[in-house]
């Protein structure tokens, strides 16, 4: 088992940014995958970015070249950067962690409004 909880957050002007933080109960090496999905209200729950333990790593078109996942393993931490934010992506934004087992582990999740 494993708990994490997300914070960075918040309301931003379209263009800015934000750096999402993921900080998990323990460390974080025994986990194959750790990433972010969004979900936007009246839509389902979409993959931002997933980084695998082989340091593969993956992201949706919508986010490629703006957001940047990364980790600190001493710190147990994944994080996401989002630059030139947009207003569609507005959207609660989950941690989400898989083991090798294929148990997946969510967070509560961060809210991210991007309004003028």
């Known amino acids: 088992q494993v708990r994490l909880v997300e914070s960075g957050g918040g309301l931003v002007q379209p263009g800015g940014s934000l750096r999402l933080s993921c900080v998990a109960s323990?460390?974080?090496?025994?986990?194959?995958?750790r990433g972010w999905y969004r979900q936007a209200p009246g839509k389902e729950r979409e993959l931002v970015a997933r980084?695998?333990?082989?340091?593969?790593?993956n992201y949706a078109d919508s986010v490629k070249g703006r957001f940047t996942i990364s980790r600190d393993s001493a710190k147990n931490t994944v994080y996401l950067q989002m630059n030139s934010l947009k207003p569609e992506d507005t959207a609660v934004y989950y941690c989400?962690?898989?083991?090798?087992?294929?148990?997946?582990?969510w967070g509560q999740g961060t809210q991210v409004t991007v309004s003028s």
């Open positions: 989400n962690y898989v083991d090798f087992g294929s148990a997946n582990y």
């Open positions: 980084m695998y333990n082989s340091g593969s790593i």
């Open positions: 323990r460390n974080i090496f025994n986990f194959n995958v």
